[in-house]
Structures are given as structure tokens and as C-alpha cells.
């Protein structure tokens, strides 16, 4: 079955920094989701991004099908950034998604 | 409000007992979902929905039966809870099939198995 694995596992950054979130997975996709869920908070939809590029503010949603990956680019990072994020991957049929393993960011002063 | 709801969010039982966890959507999505999310904030689905017929039924325990009365309502129970089933269990839904499938999540509910 479907396989996601998201790096690195953890980041922590100074505010200001840029970060670069990973997303492989092992079968063809066409579907590829990021979430952010803040510790004891709801998973909320950042991008619902199947192929190409999306922005938004300083959020940008890169996925490349053919390749397999996707990427998030936080840019500027500032401390309410801190919290989890998920990549998931909708199966063809779109009956379900399989989540990656989470990336832990946190983000000081 | 248009959103996912989901009650309680938080609930205290005892090895044995049985539990019932509610989810709404007011989204008008006819695809509704459950999922797992363990101590290690791992993330799973159990089942899954669309137009009140049961999808995807991924491998869970008998113990867990998932009752769906409308499109919108997509309800959780599990018969004689076990210590491995503390976590917290997250209820989504999507506008349909395939090209349709963003999923939106509720906020969650977390079960303690004592």
C-alpha cells in the first residue's frame, strides 16, 4: 500500500529562518494534502495541492507527481508557526488519505 | 457555522465499558471519515463513508462499528474499550470522491481508557 514518510522528523528554527518540509511518497499519487495541527488543536487544510505550485502568504505548496515528492516552504518563520505538520496522500479513488509520520516545528525568538 | 463538529472532546471510561463518539458536518459533503491519531500523533484511517455506505473499513477491531444516519452524520461506536484504544480519534469529511477529496477535519475527540 501507499507509503509516506515526511522529513526531518523535527526543526527548530530562530524566527525570521525559512524552512523546507519534505514529502516522499511510493506510489503514484494524485492527491497530495499538508496540515498543520497545533499541540491539543484541530488538523487544519493548509494546502489540497495535486500537482504544481500554490501560495499562500508565506506558505508555498510544491508537488511533483511524476517524482513522487512534495515540499512546504515556510518563509519567514514566526513562532505562531510552531506546531506539527502532516502531508498526506488521497488514494486514486480518493476513499482515503495516508499520512506521513509528521514534521515537529518550533520556532524561538 | 459550516464546518466539522464533533462531541464530546473529551471522554474518561473504564476497561470494558462501551462509548459512542458523535461527528456533523454542516459542509453538505456526502464523504465522511474517521480516523485514529495514537500517542506518537501517528494518524490512520479507519472507515470510510460516502452517501451513508460504508468504503473503507481498514482492519479495526470488531469492537468498533461506525453508524451512519444521513450524509451528515457519521457516528462512532466501540463495544468494550481496551487500554489500546486511548488516542485521539479525529472525524473528517469530504465533498465527495476522487477529485473531490479534500478533507476537512473536526476538532477531535480524546478517549482515556483507564
Known amino acids: 500500500g501507499q507509503q509516506v514518510q515526511q522529513s526531518p522528523a523535527s526543526l527548530v528554527l530562530q524566527e525570521g529562518e525559512n524552512a523546507e518540509l519534505q514529502c516522499n511518497f511510493s506510489?503514484?499519487?494524485?492527491?497530495l494534502q499538508w496540515f498543520y495541527q497545533h499541540p491539543g488543536g484541530r488538523l487544519v487544510s493548509l494546502f489540497y495541492?495535486?500537482?504544481g505550485t500554490k501560495h499562500t502568504g508565506r506558505l508555498t505548496s510544491t508537488t511533483v507527481t511524476n517524482e513522487r515528492r512534495g515540499s512546504l516552504h515556510i518563509s519567514s518563520s514566526q513562532t505562531t508557526d510552531s506546531g506539527t505538520y502532516f502531508c498526506?496522500?488521497?488514494?486514486?479513488?480518493?476513499?482515503?488519505?495516508?499520512f506521513g509520520q509528521g514534521t515537529i516545528l518550533k520556532v524561538y525568538l | 457555522e459550516t464546518a466539522v463538529f464533533q462531541t464530546p472532546n473529551y471522554h474518561v471510561t473504564q476497561v470494558g465499558n462501551e462509548v459512542s463518539f458523535n461527528c456533523k458536518q454542516t459542509?453538505?459533503?456526502?464523504?465522511m471519515y474517521w480516523y485514529k491519531q495514537d500517542s506518537k500523533k501517528l494518524l490512520k484511517i479507519m472507515f470510510s463513508?460516502?452517501?451513508?455506505?460504508?468504503?473503507v473499513n481498514e482492519t479495526v477491531p470488531r469492537r468498533f462499528s461506525p453508524q451512519s444516519s444521513d450524509k451528515a452524520h457519521l457516528n462512532l461506536r466501540i463495544k468494550s474499550v481496551e487500554p489500546e484504544d486511548s488516542a485521539v480519534y479525529l472525524c473528517?469529511?469530504?465533498?465527495?470522491?476522487?477529485?473531490?477529496?479534500?478533507?476537512?477535519f473536526g476538532p477531535g475527540t480524546r478517549l482515556t481508557v483507564l
Open positions: 473528517a469529511s469530504s465533498p465527495g470522491l476522487g477529485n473531490y477529496a479534500e478533507q476537512f
Open positions: 506510489s503514484t499519487a494524485t492527491r
Open positions: 495541492n495535486p500537482s
Open positions: 498526506a496522500i488521497g488514494t486514486s479513488s480518493g476513499q482515503k488519505l495516508v
Open positions: 459542509l453538505g459533503h456526502d464523504t
Open positions: 463513508y460516502n452517501n451513508k455506505q460504508l468504503i
